[in-house]
């Protein structure tokens, strides 16, 4: 047999993309078919319960008086012949404080109109009483089955079949989508499908995406990456000639219109006596960050390594190293991931610092100022510090001729505005410059890089009135980062001297906060 092309990847024909959508399709209908198992304990237990329930809430709207309500409740019971609780709520979810009344009954009828009795009769005891008026949250004919051992046991093993039924359609649909050579990017958007539709079926959609699938996409892709470079450290190394290597600008319309300067490189190398063309820098997902950097590193002609995956060769790269390390890759994966798992358990408990911090330090008069103010103080101080034992100076930046090549008004939506403005329509003047550093052209928008850029809603006239004062072609002085020369103004940036003694101020006064706070 002739040995496979490794440039050679097997492509899906017809027929395998026709069995790939029949597989879906039996996926899907197991699926639906697991829902349906799911909720069959619903009416099992209606057709097997021995008992029903009828529940309802009680309050008061003129103001609780829990004695009243737990008085008038026996004097219902020694009227009424029925099974009825009431479970006190004294911290109840809703304003008014609530109790909770619950009736047995052999049948659906004998429930609600045990429920309905006990209530009139209570409020006839608060009738007598002048007590005022006592509320019931449900007045119709509702009730509700009691589960039962055997009711409990049949929705375990439905519970179990439908979690049967779901794991053996993945299982199957993995094993399929290995042998239809299809890429991976098929299998995770039907996994991706599965699981919106059971965050939908089971109305956990929000709980779902924020509780597991931020935290799981971004473990994904930690998990992915980890693979990745394992992966890239057994590729085959080789020498590659750099054929291009330019500033590539790309333009943000997250909010506003701005200039991205990339950088842009193309290579190419010899594998099997065939050419391989690679345009990628590392195996990193983000664009590289020092352009000028990476631009000097591979000029034009050079020779540089080159690592390719031996099998797929067009999968190469001309940096395989990680940033870090795995050690601070997985250590702060797992410190992101239990400061979120903290957050959300906070958020979902209702947990306040407030009372945690009365109850640890209960001599202090105003613990949230004083931990937090102090804590802030502490780490300004120990900064400021540092600072001190290690001034450095921000070079000033360097001016250099450019010239204007966009200028115009552009028009967005105000999404962060008030809800009575939210999506009020919102002007801009676009200004983009063009420079040149170490014979490479960049590209920069005003007001991109400056540290406090303030737009005033609907200044039409005042958008249209700056663009017109910067036309297209114009010469203008446009002052760059030495150190990072995509970072760019038309204003000039002076030297800044980093001694610390600012941040020790701010560190000093938040501390004599702290002390103030906590005597008085």
């Known amino acids: 047999m002739a040995p496979t092309d490794p440039m050679t990847q097997p492509v899906p024909g017809p027929r395998t993309l026709e069995r790939f959508e029949m597989l879906k399709l039996r996926f899907l209908g197991l699926f639906v078919l697991a829902v349906i198992v799911w909720y069959l304990p619903g009416p099992i237990l209606y057709f097997g319960a021995r008992q029903q329930m009828s529940q309802t809430d009680l309050w008061m709207p003129d103001g609780w008086n829990e004695a009243r309500v737990v008085r008038a409740f026996e ?5 009424v012949q029925a099974d009825a609780t009431l479970a006190t709520n004294a911290n109840g979810f809703h304003p008014e404080r609530r109790d909770h009344l619950t009736v047995l009954a052999p049948t659906k009828r004998e429930a609600i109109a045990g429920r309905d009795a006990i209530v009139t009769a209570m409020r ?3 009738e007598k009483e002048h007590a005022g008026l006592l509320n019931s949250s449900r007045e119709g004919p509702y009730a509700d089955p009691v589960p039962n051992a055997t009711t409990d046991a049949l929705t375990k093993a439905c519970r179990w079949l439908a979690l049967a039924l779901v794991l053996g359609g993945a299982a199957g649909l993995i094993v399929q989508w290995r042998r239809s050579h299809l890429p991976v990017l098929a299998l995770v958007g039907i996994l991706a499908t599965l699981l919106t539709g059971i965050a939908v079926v089971f109305n956990v959609l929000w709980v779902f995406l924020f509780a597991v699938g931020l935290p799981a996409g971004f473990l994904a892709l930690i998990i ?4 990745r470079v394992r992966k890239a450290a057994r590729w085959t190394e080789g020498r590659a000639r750099i054929t291009q290597a330019k500033v590539q600008v790309d333009h943000s319309h997250f909010d506003k219109t701005r200039a991205i300067n990339q950088a842009a490189l193309a290579y190419e190398f010899t594998v099997g006596g065939k050419t391989i063309h690679g345009k990628r820098i590392s195996l990193g997902l983000a664009p590289a960050e020092r ?3 990476t631009l000097k590193r591979y000029r034009p002609g050079a020779e540089v390594p080159v690592y390719y995956d031996p099998e797929n060769p067009r999968d190469c790269v001309l940096e395989r190293d990680p ?3 795995f050690g601070c890759l997985w250590g702060g994966t797992i410190t992101v991931l239990l400061l979120y798992a903290s957050a959300w358990i906070w958020m979902t408990n209702g947990w306040s610092p407030g009372p945690f911090l009365a109850q640890s330090f209960p001599t202090l008069h105003h613990p949230v100022v004083v931990v937090g103010a102090g804590a802030f103080g502490l780490f300004c101080v120990a900064a400021g510090i540092w600072n001190r034992l290690h001034p450095r100076t921000i070079a000033a930046w360097v001016r250099t001729p450019g010239s204007i090549v966009i200028s115009k008004t552009e028009t967005y939506s105000d999404t962060s505005a008030s ?3 939210s999506g009020r329509k ?3 003047a676009v200004i983009e410059f063009s420079y040149r550093v170490d014979d490479q052209e960049y590209r920069g928008t005003k007001g991109a890089t400056d540290l406090v ?14 663009a017109a004062r910067y036309p297209v072609g114009m010469a203008v002085d446009v002052y760059y980062d030495p150190e990072n020369p995509t970072q760019a103004s038309l204003e000039p940036r002076e030297a800044i001297a980093l001694t610390g003694n600012r941040t020790l101020i701010v560190g000093s006064i938040l501390i004599l906060v702290a002390l103030y706070a906590a005597t008085h």
Do not use: K
């Open 323 to 325: 940033p870090v390390s």
């Open 124 to 126: 006839a005891v608060f």
């Open 75 to 79: 004097e219902a019971q020694r009227v």
């Open 426 to 428: 919102m002007y801009n």
């Open 419 to 421: 809800t009575t403005h």
């Open 453 to 466: 850029n303030v737009t005033v809603g609907n200044a039409q006239a005042e958008s249209e009135e700056e």
């Open 224 to 227: 992915y990456l980890t693979l």
């Open 291 to 293: 352009v000028d950097q």
